[in-house]
């Protein structure tokens, strides 16, 4: 069904919904809110709906999907639970944590899904348009962000059709996305540790990774990644003549993070932000600098990607 010139924008209500709902199961594209940013759905029990993912947005083959399921017990007859997995989904899901565990013999996915790899990655997302659609499809669905692979990721709908309009069949509207930063990314090891792939909005203390570079085992850990297509200076207090200025508490600019230098509101407008500096006619963009501490972590982990 992809391919269309244009890309249709429908509410995401009722009918918004359904129509989502009838374009999933012929083995179309949606973009769909979630609560922290837009998804890129397909089904994900059809190897040629989780190809078309992987079309339009130019994604490498070898970097895996989350998958979004409606609870904890459709998540569990896909992967296996351990006790502390099962744990950490019954703390935070719904919500903006993904858990990446092995995958079930059986289990209805399509192997592009996992990129060939033993384990799924898997999150029940808390955005009621999300769960409306889950709630109205009898499968599963693959959702990365909704933009061209290593772009800037989508918080509202134009962000959404600024890089993927003609390549895919609908965005639902659902308005801003209120989190703005990606879910955070762990992995539940065999004996119980845990380590963390992505940082995001949930943190937890026991799951630092460490320093070594880590093979891709989830989304978002390729070294550059969120681009804009400008050079990125990270840490500044002030702009030079050639550059856009996003500014953070005190370091005013031509847009600002959080002018109260809050690490909530920050992450809501990242990406905002970034897309406004990519379409400023300054050629360079310059950062101010956040703090490396709880949100401010998942929000330089972006800044960094996008500078690389």
């Given at each position: 069904?992809?391919?269309?010139?244009?890309?249709?924008?429908?509410?995401?209500?009722?009918?918004?919904?359904?129509?989502?709902a009838?374009?999933?199961?012929?083995?179309?594209?949606?973009?769909?809110?979630?609560?922290?940013?837009?998804?890129?759905?397909?089904?994900?029990?059809?190897?040629?709906?989780?190809?078309?993912?992987?079309?339009?947005?130019?994604?490498?083959?070898?970097?895996?999907?989350?998958?979004?399921?409606?609870?904890?017990?459709?998540?569990?007859?896909?992967?296996?639970?351990?006790?502390?997995?099962?744990?950490?989904?019954?703390?935070?899901?719904?919500?903006?944590?993904t858990?990446?565990?092995?995958?079930?013999?059986?289990?209805?996915?399509?192997?592009?899904?996992?990129?060939?790899?033993?384990?799924?990655?898997?999150?029940?997302?808390?955005?009621?348009?999300?769960?409306?659609?889950?709630?109205?499809?009898?499968?599963?669905?693959?959702?990365?962000?909704?933009?061209?692979?290593?772009?800037?990721?989508?918080?509202?709908?134009?962000?959404?059709?600024?890089s993927?309009?003609?390549?895919?069949?609908?965005?639902?509207?659902?308005?801003?996305?209120?989190?703005?930063v990606?879910?955070?990314?762990?992995?539940?090891?065999?004996?119980?540790?845990?380590?963390?792939?992505?940082?995001?909005?949930?943190?937890?203390?026991?799951?630092?990774?460490?320093?070594?570079?880590?093979?891709?085992?989830?989304?978002?850990?390729?070294?550059?990644?969120?681009?804009?297509?400008?050079?990125?200076?990270?840490?500044?207090?002030?702009?030079?003549?050639?550059?856009?200025?996003?500014?953070?508490?005190?370091?005013?600019?031509?847009?600002?993070?959080?002018?109260?230098?809050?690490?909530?509101?920050?992450?809501?407008?990242?990406?905002a932000?970034?897309?406004?500096?990519?379409?400023?006619?300054?050629?360079?963009?310059?950062?101010?600098?956040?703090?490396?501490?709880?949100?401010?972590?998942?929000?330089?982990?972006?800044?960094?990607r996008?500078?690389?």
């Amino acid at each position: 069904m992809s391919g269309k010139k244009v890309t249709e924008v429908r509410l995401a209500d009722a009918a918004g919904i359904a129509e989502a709902a009838r374009i999933l199961d012929l083995g179309g594209l949606v973009a769909v809110p979630t609560e922290t940013v837009y998804g890129l759905a397909a089904r994900a029990d059809r190897a040629e709906a989780v190809a078309r993912i992987y079309a339009a947005k130019g994604r490498p083959s070898f970097n895996p999907l989350i998958l979004h399921l409606s609870d904890l017990a459709a998540a569990e007859r896909l992967a296996h639970f351990s006790p502390a997995a099962r744990a950490l989904a019954e703390a935070h899901w719904p919500g903006p944590l993904t858990l990446v565990l092995p995958r079930r013999d059986g289990a209805e996915v399509a192997p592009a899904v996992s990129a060939g790899l033993p384990t799924l990655a898997l999150r029940v997302p808390a955005h009621p348009v999300m769960q409306a659609l889950l709630g109205a499809v009898p499968f599963p669905l693959a959702a990365p962000s909704a933009n061209r692979s290593g772009f800037i990721s989508p918080t509202r709908p134009e962000h959404v059709l600024a890089s993927l309009d003609g390549r895919i069949d609908l965005v639902l509207d659902g308005g801003a996305c209120p989190g703005g930063v990606e879910s955070t990314i762990l992995a539940v090891r065999a004996d119980g540790s845990l380590a963390e792939l992505r940082p995001g909005p949930i943190t937890l203390d026991a799951a630092r990774a460490s320093g070594a570079r880590a093979p891709i085992e989830a989304p978002g850990q390729l070294e550059r990644h969120y681009a804009p297509g400008k050079p990125v200076r990270l840490g500044a207090r002030s702009a030079e003549a050639d550059e856009f200025l996003i500014g953070f508490g005190p370091v005013a600019g031509a847009v600002t993070l959080s002018a109260r230098g809050d690490l909530t509101e920050a992450a809501a407008r990242l990406y905002a932000c970034l897309h406004a500096a990519a379409l400023a006619p300054q050629p360079r963009i310059a950062v101010a600098p956040v703090p490396d501490v709880g949100l401010g972590r998942a929000i330089n982990d972006r800044l960094r990607r996008a500078a690389a």
